[in-house]
C-alpha cells in the first residue's frame, strides 16, 4: 500500500515537472501576434544612407521620471539592444531617442508596456539596431527597431516611474542580425543619470601584450567640452600621462590604448591613442556636465590592435568608480541610488 502510494506521487510529481520544467522555456500562452521580421537596417557604416529628419525638442519630465543616456554601438560588426520592462500593473510609455553630431534625431521611438492591453498585453519590450533571425523566441516577437547605425553619439532613454531598462552590445560582424538564442561577445551598457554638473571617474586600466583599454566618450551639450584624463604609476602616485580631449558640440570620440584594425567604422576614425602600458596603475577621468562615459577591456592575443568588426574577442566592461551618486552604471549587482538634486 506504501509503494502504492510513493508511486503515485512519483507520478504525479514527474507530470508536475514536465508541465512546468520540462516543456521548454519559451512553451507558453500562444503569443498573440505573430513574428514580424522587422525592416531590415540600411548598412550601418554608409554616410550616404537615407537618414530620418526627426529634431526633437526636449519633452517636459513628468513627476519622477528618469532621463538615462547611454553609447550606442550599431557599426557593420555589432548591435545595440536595449530591454525595457515595467514593474507595475499600469500602463507605462517608455522613449528611447538617439542623435547624431548635428544633434538629428536617428531613433525616435515610443515604448509601450501595458500588461492589460486586450489584444497585446506586454510588461517587457526589446529593440534592437539590427533585425531578428527568423522565429525568434516570444519575449522577443514584434521587436521595434531602433536603427541607430554607426552615427548616433548617443542614447537618450526617458522611464516614467516602475519602469527600468537593461541593454547590450553585441558582435554580430559575420551575420548583421540578431539572434535571441546566440548571444555571444556581449557588453553590458552603462546608463548614466541626466547630469547638470561635472564629475571624476576612475579605473585600474588593463594594457600589457595581450590586452587593450578602449573608452567611448560622448559630448550632449550644444558647446566644446573638454575632458581630461590623467594616469597614474608609482612610486610615489606620480601622474605620468595627461591628455586634455576637446569634444564638440554632440560629438562622440574614442580613447583606446592600442590601435584599431585597419579600415575602423567611421565613428572610430577619430579615436584618440592614450598609451597606458602595463605601468599605469589607475586613471581619473574629468567629465565636464552633460559628458558621457563608457568603457571596456579586449583581450587582443598580442596583436596590439583591436578590431571591432571581429567576434570571438574576450571583452570586459570596464567598471568606473566616482563618490557621484549621478553617476549610475545600472550594472548588474548593483544597487541603483536615485536623487533629485545634485550632491
Known sequence: MRLDRTLSIVVALTIWMAGIGLAGDETGPTPPHGYAPPTPA?????????????????????AGQRTLFFIPS??????????????????KTATLQAYNINHVALVNLTITLDPNDPTNPRSRVVACSDSLTASP??????????????????????????????????????????DPRNLRDTIELRFDLERSHATSLTFAPSDHDASGTYLGITNTTASTQIVRLSGYTTPG??????????????????VGSDSVAA??????????????TDFTFDVVLELPAGVYADGFEIMN???????????????????????????????????NVWSATAP
Open 237 to 254: 602616485h606620480a601622474a605620468w600621462l595627461n591628455y586634455s580631449i576637446a569634444l564638440a558640440p554632440w560629438e562622440r570620440r574614442y
Open 74 to 91: 550599431d557599426h557593420d560588426g555589432s548591435a545595440t539592444c536595449l530591454v525595457f520592462y515595467n514593474t507595475t500593473r499600469s500602463a
Open 263 to 276: 579600415l575602423p567604422p567611421p565613428s572610430w576614425a577619430t579615436m584618440e591613442n592614450a598609451n597606458f
Open 137 to 178: 523566441p516570444p519575449s522577443w516577437q514584434d521587436m521595434p527597431l531602433a536603427n541607430f547605425t554607426d552615427f548616433s553619439n548617443f542614447g537618450v532613454v526617458s522611464l516614467p516611474v516602475g519602469v527600468d531598462v537593461d541593454g547590450f552590445v553585441i558582435a554580430n560582424g559575420t551575420t548583421g542580425s540578431v
Open 301 to 335: 592575443g598580442g596583436t596590439g590592435t583591436y578590431d571591432m568588426r571581429a567576434e570571438n574577442v574576450e571583452v570586459r566592461k570596464l567598471r568606473f568608480g566616482t563618490n557621484d551618486i549621478f553617476y549610475d552604471g545600472f550594472e548588474r549587482g548593483d544597487t
Open 42 to 62: 540600411a548598412a550601418d557604416e554608409d554616410p550616404n544612407a537615407p537618414l530620418p529628419n526627426l529634431v526633437m525638442g526636449n519633452a517636459v519630465a513628468s
